[in-house]
């Protein structure tokens, strides 16, 4: 029996796929449309028989191996979870852009934590574009409108700004210092001393020993003492020096959390993209870009995470 | 004797009196009068004379070769439109003027992705695929006139055009709504809808539309059913603000205030806001332009964010009806709709608007001033 199961595990997720019943909100959400298809049926209809031969889409030949898992190299190919605005097709124009625009302008590696540098071009400033450095301290959204948030302080003034990646005003982006922190979004030095956020604008770009994987920096913040703009102490921040919790903040805050998801396996399932088609779309990055790459990008193979 | 029939039919129906009068009793649009309906029609069944579309019996007891015998038999045959040799010529193409109406396409919405345009500009473009559109039925005026679904408005300037999407196996439908295709010779459609067009855009059913039907730099209506909330409150459905949450307040934070004065203009008006059911309405956005076409695909980027429906939803794509827009079209539309004949040179994949960012250019960059 043991044999038998395992084997159908395959075929079950599939069944999970298929279906349009997956959540109690999605359930809903597709009850109550009666002038909509659901997206499998939209699927059956693009590689329906019946239909002439120039509408079919392309299918990816052949398997190639690929050395390692894209998705956290480059999170932005990965698209938005919910089952019911999704689109196969759409998800496959917007990377094809995407492709597009790397083959001209290259996008390097770069994680939350990372020093970076962007020119953008500026029609009103005098030498028509701006270069800012900063510290990448948040990485949102997927597709084209893929973005990140640098933030830095100039004149005694913290600033940040938010940079489409796929913006074509966009020249350069420059990775200064390849590096990781311990958290995923460093919001919170918006609440630290500006000490933590200062970099010079003439930094020079420091260069990673070969064949080293991405170092994560272990240093720990020292937060401004209150008010703060979030209660950092629901967020279990791990990159930040303990901080003073009154009794009634550490009992709120543990009623706040929510330690059962980490069991909860139908969430897990739901709120990522299944192992399919993620395995779909690394494929196809790495046949367009580490593949096709043109010789004046090529440059040393990217490091091992 | 005309008069007095009407005179009955008039408090009968209790319908309005000019039309009855102007009309002969032997126009059967007579009949059926015309009465303006405010609001919503809110039923779940179909006009009566719409036929019924799922099939009385099913294949029960076939073996499972004689299923894919029928499958392999659907595929091979429903492919192929139906050819008959005793068919007419092409049908005459006509001239389009302002007052030309052509038919649309029923195309299926899929999301909004943002695109650039060559100054650096964000524009967020919403996709719309034709899939597998046919011309099912073309009605002239003169017959459509006396057909159920007339309005007296439309006067006798239009006929109109049955559209079908997404190909079907004849077997899931009922015997009546697989014979509205006889006449087109392609497989039963899922979907059907009707445009109204100008008999200068007849065209002959059986057609093929893509997205090719409109040119990049056109401007559309998009027409299609809402996003459904169901039965929903006041706060949700006109945004009306509610009572606070304390202050002495109980079971009311979230209703309306007052619903009218008293004295003589007292009581509830007609239109008063109220709870009820929200979305699922069919609703029209206009003036949208086309930036980019998928010919492959069949896809339309239209610029905006806000085409009524859900995902994967059916949307009625039609031209313009904005007279500053149709004043402003220069050249004119393929007439009735882009045929593969039309196409002299191999089409390119995807046609753009001049003023689109294409991610194959380089970067956008300003000149430096020279000082």
Not at chain 1, 48 to 76: G, M
Not at chain 2, 85 to 111: C, F, H, N, Y
Not at chain 2, 313 to 318: D, E, G, I, Q, S
Request: proline content about 7%; charged content about 30%.
């Amino acid at each position: 029996m043991a044999t038998a199961r395992t084997f159908c595990l395959k075929c079950s997720l599939h069944l999970f796929k298929k279906g349009p019943n997956v959540g109690s909100i999605g359930t809903n959400v597709f009850m109550r449309q009666s002038n909509t298809l659901s997206p499998r049926l939209v699927d059956v209809h693009r590689h329906s028989k019946l239909l002439d031969e120039n509408q079919t889409q392309d299918k990816a030949d052949e398997i190639l191996e690929v050395p390692r898992d894209f998705r956290f190299v480059h999170p932005e190919f990965m698209p938005p979870s919910l089952w019911y605005r999704r689109d196969k097709l759409t998800e496959y124009l917007e990377r094809r852009d995407m492709y597009r625009r790397r083959s001209v302008m290259e996008i390097p590696e770069f994680y939350v934590g990372s020093i970076m540098a962007v020119t953008l071009a500026d029609e009103y400033s005098p030498k028509k574009n701006s270069r800012f450095v900063g510290i990448c301290i948040e990485r949102r959204e997927s597709g084209l409108r893929a973005n990140f948030r640098l933030r830095n302080v100039v004149n005694g003034q913290g600033v940040e700004i938010l940079y489409e990646m796929y913006n074509p005003l966009l020249q350069k982006i420059e990775v200064l210092k390849l590096e990781k922190r311990l958290d995923d979004q460093l919001l919170y030095l918006r609440d630290a001393p500006y000490e933590y956020s200062t970099f010079s604008f003439d930094l020079a770009p420091v260069p990673l020993p070969k064949a080293s994987s991405v170092p994560v920096n272990t240093l720990k913040v020292k937060l401004n003492p209150r008010p703060w703009l979030q209660r950092w102490e629901r967020a279990g921040l791990q990159g930040v020096e303990e901080f003073e919790v009154s009794e009634k903040q550490r009992i709120k805050a543990e009623k706040a959390t929510t330690p059962w998801e980490k069991y909860d396996l139908m969430k897990k399932y739901r709120s990522g993209i299944n192992e399919y088609d993620r395995g779909d779309i690394i494929q196809e990055f790495y046949k367009q870009t580490e593949l096709n790459k043109p010789k004046t990008l090529k440059k040393k193979p990217l490091k091992q995470v | 004797m005309a008069n007095k029939c009407s005179m009955l039919l008039v408090r009968a129906s209790n319908c309005v009196h000019n039309y009855i009068h102007r009309e002969t009793l032997t126009n059967p649009s007579f009949i059926s009068c015309y009465q303006q309906k405010r609001g919503r029609r809110r039923t779940c069944k179909p006009p009566s004379w719409f036929v019924r579309r799922s099939p009385t019996t099913w294949d029960k007891d076939l073996t499972p070769e004689n299923k894919e015998f029928l499958h392999g038999l659907v595929e091979d045959e429903c492919k192929v439109p139906v050819c008959s040799p005793l068919r007419d010529e092409p049908w005459p193409r006509g001239e389009w003027t302002r007052s030309t109406r052509r038919t649309g396409v029923l195309a299926i919405k899929l999301s909004t992705i943002p695109q650039w345009t060559k100054d650096g500009r964000k524009v967020y473009t919403t996709l719309l695929q034709v899939l597998d559109n046919h011309v099912i039925r073309y009605t002239p005026p003169e017959d459509f006139r006396k057909t159920a679904g007339w309005k007296p408005y439309w006067g006798q300037k239009f006929g109109s055009v049955v559209v079908g999407a997404l190909s079907c196996d004849p077997r899931k439908f009922s015997k009546e709504y697989n014979h509205l295709f006889m006449e087109s010779g392609v497989p039963p459609k899922r979907k059907l809808t009707r445009f109204i067009v100008t008999p200068d855009a007849a065209i002959e059913p059986g057609t093929p539309l893509t997205a090719m039907h409109f040119r990049v730099g056109d401007y559309v209506d998009c027409q299609a059913k809402t996003i459904g909330h169901g039965f929903q409150g006041v706060v949700k459905r006109w945004g009306m603000k509610g009572m606070p949450a304390s202050h002495g307040v109980t079971k009311s934070h979230r209703k309306m205030g007052g619903t009218g004065g008293g004295g003589d203009k007292g009581g509830i008006w007609k239109g008063k806001k109220m709870p009820g059911h929200m979305g699922m309405d069919w609703s029209i956005l206009k003036g949208l332009k086309i930036v980019r076409v998928n010919t492959k695909f069949n896809i339309l980027y239209v610029v905006s964010t806000s085409v009524p429906g859900p995902t994967n939803c059916y949307v009625r794509v039609y031209d313009t009806v904005l007279p500053n827009r149709i004043r402003a079209t220069k050249e004119p539309p393929p007439m009735p709709t882009c045929y593969p004949e039309d196409i002299s040179d191999e089409l390119p994949e995807e046609l753009f608007h001049e003023d689109l960012f294409r991610f194959t250019e380089p970067s956008i960059s300003y000149a430096e001033e020279e000082s």
